[in-house]
C-alpha cells in the first residue's frame, strides 16, 4: 500500500486548498478511505470518511460545511476541497486506508 498525498501550501484565513491522495499497491475502489490531520503539539484528529463507491460521506463537526471530501476510482485518487480555511486548521494532513497512511502534507493558514 502506498499513499501519497499532495497540494498542501500556505493559504490566507478564508481561503481555500484543494488535496490529494495517490493510491497505488492495493484495490482502491474497494476500500473505505480517511482523511487525518495532526496539528502541532496535537494527537491524529480524524476530518472526514468515504465509503468505495464514492457516495457516503462523513465528517467532524470541526469541518462540516468547509470541506468536501471525494474520490475518482478511475485514477486510484482521493480529495479534499477545503474552503473557509480558518487559522485552526493548520495542521499535517494525512489519508488513511485501514491502518496504512501517507507521508502527510503540510497545510497552514495564516490570518
Known amino acids: 500500500v502506498q499513499l501519497v498525498e499532495s497540494g498542501g501550501g500556505l493559504v490566507q484565513a478564508g481561503g481555500s486548498l484543494r488535496l490529494s491522495c495517490a493510491a497505488s499497491?492495493?484495490?482502491?475502489?474497494?476500500?473505505?478511505m480517511n482523511w487525518f490531520r495532526q496539528a502541532p503539539g496535537k494527537g491524529p484528529e480524524w476530518v472526514s470518511a468515504?465509503?468505495?463507491?464514492?457516495?457516503?460521506?462523513r465528517y467532524a463537526d470541526s469541518v462540516k460545511g468547509r470541506f468536501t471530501i471525494s474520490r475518482d476510482n478511475g485514477k486510484n485518487t482521493l480529495y479534499l476541497q477545503m474552503n473557509s480555511l480558518k487559522d485552526e486548521d493548520t495542521a499535517v494532513y494525512y489519508c488513511?486506508?485501514?491502518?496504512?497512511r501517507g507521508q502527510g502534507t503540510q497545510v497552514t493558514v495564516s490570518s
Open positions: 488513511m486506508c485501514g491502518t496504512s
Open positions: 499497491g492495493f484495490t482502491f475502489s474497494m476500500y473505505e
Open positions: 468515504i465509503n468505495a463507491g464514492g457516495y457516503f460521506t
